[in-house]
Each structure stands twice: as C-alpha cells, then as structure tokens.
C-alpha cells in the first residue's frame, strides 16, 4: 500500500509550549497595567467563548480573581448558552460576574429597527419572527468578496438575497452599535475601578481586521493578539478551562440565526486558516498549503489572496487619529 507523502508544511509549526506562554503573557500583562498604565486590576467582557475565557484566565493569573471584574453584556439576540458558559466561567475562575442585559439601550438607540430596515429592503416579507445573518462569498473561488443576506421564516423556509453597498453597510453600521455599547460599559466599570480594559482579539481577528473600530476592538491592552486561534485553544486546555468553553466552535454571536465565523469573515474554518496565515506570514509556497490542506493550489491561492485583501481593506481599523498638525510635546512623550 503506498503512503501519501507528507507535506513540508506542517500542523506541528502552531504547536507551543502553553505553560512557559501563560506565565509570559501574566507577568507582562501585570507589568503593562501596573507600571505603564498605573492601573491596579483588569475589566473583561466574557461571552461564552475561548478568547474572552482565556483572557480572563490570564487576568486572573496576573492580579488575582479579586481584582478582575468580568462582565456579562448579553443583548435580545445574544444565544442564552453564551450567558450560561461565561456564567460557568466566572464560578471556575473565581470571579464575580456583572450582568447588564443591552436590549433595551440597542432598542432605544435604534440598533434592531435600522438593521431591519436595510434587511427589508432586500427581503420586503422580512418581520417579526424572523431571523437572520449575512454571510460572505467569492473570495475562496478568486472573486472579489460580497455578502449575501440568509433570513428564515418563522416556518423555517430560509430565504437568501445578494447585499447591496448600501444595505450591507447599513446592516453592519446598525450592529456595530452592539459592540460599541458593551465597550462603554466596560470603560464605565474601568474607569470607576481604576482598572484596565482587556481587549480579546485573537491573532487571526487582530490580523484580518475582524472587529469593530471603537467598539470590541478598543482596548486598553490585548493579550493574546499574538496567538493563533489554534494556540489560543491549546492555552485553554492548559488552564482547565471548563470543557464547553475550551471546545466552543467560534460564533459571531451577533444576528439571530446562528453564525460562524467562516460565514461571516473568514475563507476557511479557523484551523486551516490558522495555517493558512503562519504560512503566508513565513513564505510558503502556495503549493505547500494546498498538500497540508488538501485543496487545489488554485483555491490556497485564494486563500492567500483573500488574506492579502482583507489586510489592506482593514489597515485603517489599526490607524490611531490621523492628526494634521504636529504635536511634538505630546508625540515625544
């Protein structure tokens, strides 16, 4: 029987010594807040899922449970299993949660209604009952990105329509206002105690530009920006974190009908995609990831493309102010 030669890309280069790692990102998380920032503890919002989580591990690690205040910021469409594993989380880690349920402020400001207006014009039927998500498509095949709109009735019948400029970015504008209002809440708590807002990106979000300018992607530092998602799950397998938060699948969490990521944002589920940017970041060849992934190398080109692209697209979400005069006073400091 002949055995299929392995790739010269391997599974293996995500691998890391999880142990020395957390040890590493307390000590410097603690040095960060404490001698840089002067602020004395840390404020996480935790969703239910592994990055939250192994942030707020870390945290914990780094100023002690009594000092990190972990914050439970569900809206009317948040999945109640979220608010139960971050629930779960807090007991384990020793931690005593804050609620704050944001339905009626997304309400009041409009974040449900305007949302719903841009799906109406796509899909007039679209009411109450109904539930939804936009999904991304074309870029895995070489075409450029766009968004197509997936409602369900309340029957069940699923419904999709192709997205507008216009109407997608009412839709994603409306929603940001999701991410927006938590990270005020967690500014508020910040401020009053002193403590310093912990960012959860992980580094396959912090790369493509995946969050919110001003919204889940402010913070006051982001510990685990660094690490592949992959690496972000090894780290929570080191830390005993409860089974159902370190297996979670990642999820927007966002629209009413459930969503990945990968439907959302991303080319490939985030394990490929992991691999996928290491072998981008270190120049591997196209044909290297398409035999570690076992796709065509046409499609790891796109894959390699679609990275390419979301970079320059969301280079700007990095940007801090752009000012248009110098301030040298402040710029030395």
């Known amino acids: 029987m002949t055995q299929e030669p392995k790739?010269?890309?391997?599974?293996s280069v995500l691998d890391i010594d999880a142990r020395s790692e957390v040890e590493r990102i307390a000590g410097a998380l603690r040095e960060a807040a404490v001698s840089v920032l002067h602020k004395r503890g840390a404020v996480v919002a935790i969703s239910g899922g592994v990055d939250s989580a192994v942030c707020a591990a870390l945290a914990a690690r780094a100023f002690?449970?009594?000092?990190?205040?972990?914050?439970?910021?569900?809206?009317?469409?948040?999945?109640?299993e979220s608010?139960?594993?971050?629930?779960?989380?807090?007991?384990?880690?020793?931690?005593?949660?804050v609620e704050q349920d944001l339905g009626a402020t997304l309400t009041a400001i409009g974040c449900y209604r305007s949302r719903d207006e841009a799906v109406r014009r796509v899909l007039p039927q679209y009411g109450a009952g109904w539930r939804m998500k936009i999904v991304v498509a074309g870029g895995l095949?070489?075409?450029?990105?766009?968004?197509?709109?997936?409602?369900?009735?309340?029957?069940?019948?699923?419904?999709?329509?192709?997205?507008?400029?216009?109407?997608?970015?009412?839709?994603?504008?409306?929603?940001?206002f999701k991410q927006r209002v938590r990270k005020s809440i967690e500014y508020f708590h910040a401020d009053r105690l002193n403590y310093a807002v912990i960012g959860t990106p992980n580094r396959l979000e912090y790369d493509q530009g995946f969050f919110v300018r001003n919204g889940d992607g402010a913070a006051d530092i982001k510990p685990i920006a660094h690490l592949y998602k992959s690496q972000v799950y090894a780290?929570?397998?080191?830390?005993?974190?409860?089974?159902?938060?370190?297996?979670?699948?990642?999820?927007?969490?966002?629209?009413?009908?459930?969503?990945?990521?990968?439907?959302?944002y991303f080319a490939l589920p985030y394990r490929q995609m992991d691999l996928?940017?290491?072998?981008?970041?270190?120049?591997?060849?196209?044909a290297s990831l398409a035999?570690?992934?076992?796709?065509?190398?046409?499609?790891?080109?796109?894959?390699?493309?679609?990275i390419r692209a979301k970079r320059r697209a969301t280079r700007y979400l990095h940007r801090p102010p752009l000012l248009l005069g110098a301030v040298p006073e402040v710029d030395r400091a």
């Open 7 to 11: 790739s010269t890309l391997q599974w």
């Open 64 to 80: 002690g449970p009594e000092r990190v205040l972990a914050l439970i910021l569900p809206e009317h469409e948040s999945s109640p």
């Open 83 to 97: 608010s139960v594993r971050a629930r779960s989380l807090a007991v384990h880690l020793g931690l005593t949660p």
């Open 141 to 176: 095949e070489g075409r450029i990105n766009h968004f197509k709109l997936v409602a369900q009735s309340p029957d069940g019948t699923t419904h999709e329509a192709r997205l507008g400029l216009r109407d997608y970015l009412q839709i994603v504008a409306a929603t940001g």
């Open 235 to 264: 780290i929570a397998e080191h830390l005993g974190l409860p089974a159902d938060i370190a297996s979670a699948l990642p999820t927007t969490d966002t629209y009413s009908l459930t969503q990945g990521q990968d439907e959302f």
């Open 276 to 286: 996928a940017l290491w072998a981008l970041n270190h120049g591997i060849a196209v």
């Open 291 to 306: 035999e570690a992934l076992r796709i065509s190398p046409q499609k790891a080109g796109h894959v390699y493309d679609d």
